[in-house]
């Protein structure tokens, strides 16, 4: 086995051992060791929009779940809640780049191969597949998006989102219906 078989787990493994008290020292030797493996493998993590997302799920959290008992800036939040979703923060992060970095450098015929002997044996053209509608499927949700930031502002936001998450659905199920009917 080479090391871009290796590394993914013993990251996966890392995780497992993860608490409160280690959780900094895991996180770090992990992300170090996946640097030394694969750099590349951390750039979908360094996204803004990403970072973004983790920021409010660890830090929005706390904010409404638990007792909260401590005070950051006259803003109340809970402290253990805290401590868990930084953990689960780190946890996903050292999960996702040991996902990266696996299926940076095995192949599509490696993948169905392995996964043959799991008895998953229509997995090559499962993959080719989605491979050939995931252009369309971006061209259908690229769309949407633009008629979405471009259409008149409803008074209630949730609706708005709602309505044209909606449509996103039903564009993406008609797709999906002629698609299987070719």
Not at 52 to 65: D, K, T
Not at 73 to 99: E, K, Q
Not at 130 to 153: C, G, N, W
Request: proline content about 3%; some cysteine; glycine content about 2%.
């Amino acid at each position: 086995m080479n090391r871009y078989r290796i590394t993914p787990l013993i990251l996966l493994l890392s995780v497992a051992f993860i608490n409160t008290r280690n959780m900094f020292l895991i996180f770090s030797v992990a992300m170090i060791l996946s640097m030394i493996i694969d750099l590349k493998a951390l750039r979908p993590l360094l996204r803004w929009k990403f970072l973004l997302f983790l920021a409010i799920l660890i830090f929005g959290v706390p904010l409404f779940i638990g007792s909260r008992e401590s005070l950051f800036l006259c803003i109340p939040y809970s402290r253990d809640i805290l401590m868990m979703s930084i953990n689960m923060g780190l946890r996903s992060l050292i999960i996702l780049t040991a996902i990266k970095i696996f299926t940076n450098h095995v192949t599509t015929e490696q993948m169905s191969a392995w996964l043959k002997r799991l008895r998953l044996k229509h997995f090559s053209e499962v993959f080719a597949t989605a491979m050939q509608i995931m252009p369309k499927v971006k061209e259908i949700s690229l769309q949407t998006f633009d008629e979405f930031r471009h259409s008149p502002r409803q008074i209630n936001l949730f609706s708005h989102v709602f309505t044209w998450t909606a449509k996103l659905m039903a564009r993406l199920l008609f797709f999906v219906d002629e698609s299987a009917l070719e």
